[in-house]
């Protein structure tokens, strides 16, 4: 069974430096696309970035020129990489992959970390 298992949450003032990760782990899979979503308390989940296996990347508005992604494929693992950070940028962040397992090919879903922006 693939899992997906994100680190770097935390406390962090507006205009700091957040680096989450997230790592794929399993036997016997290929990752597709790869992706960070978010959401904050009373509003729906909403993609922040995502990236393909070739590394092309796409952005929401909100969060361009000032978040960063990127993957390393030898280590099954995507990072977001956020900087000047806003109190808005506040939510649970969410990795999803496309993966094809043994089992088939699928979207899954990573626990999810709090990113809490706050002086």
């Known amino acids: 069974q693939v899992q997906l298992v994100e680190s770097g949450g935390g406390l962090v003032q507006p205009g700091g430096s957040l680096r989450l990760s997230c790592a794929a782990s399993g036997n016997n899979f290929i990752i597709y696309d790869m992706g960070w979503h978010r959401q904050a308390p009373g509003k729906q989940r909403e993609l922040v970035a995502g990236i393909t296996r070739g590394g092309t990347t796409n952005y929401a508005d909100s969060v361009k020129d000032r978040f960063a992604i990127s993957r390393d494929n030898a280590k099954s693992t995507v990072y977001l990489q956020m900087n000047s950070l806003k109190p808005e940028d506040t939510a649970v962040y969410f990795c999803?992959?496309?993966?094809?397992?043994?089992?088939?090919?699928?979207?899954?879903w990573g626990q999810g970390t709090q990113v809490t922006v706050s002086s």
């Open positions: 999803n992959a496309d993966i094809r397992a043994v089992d088939g090919r699928r979207n899954f």
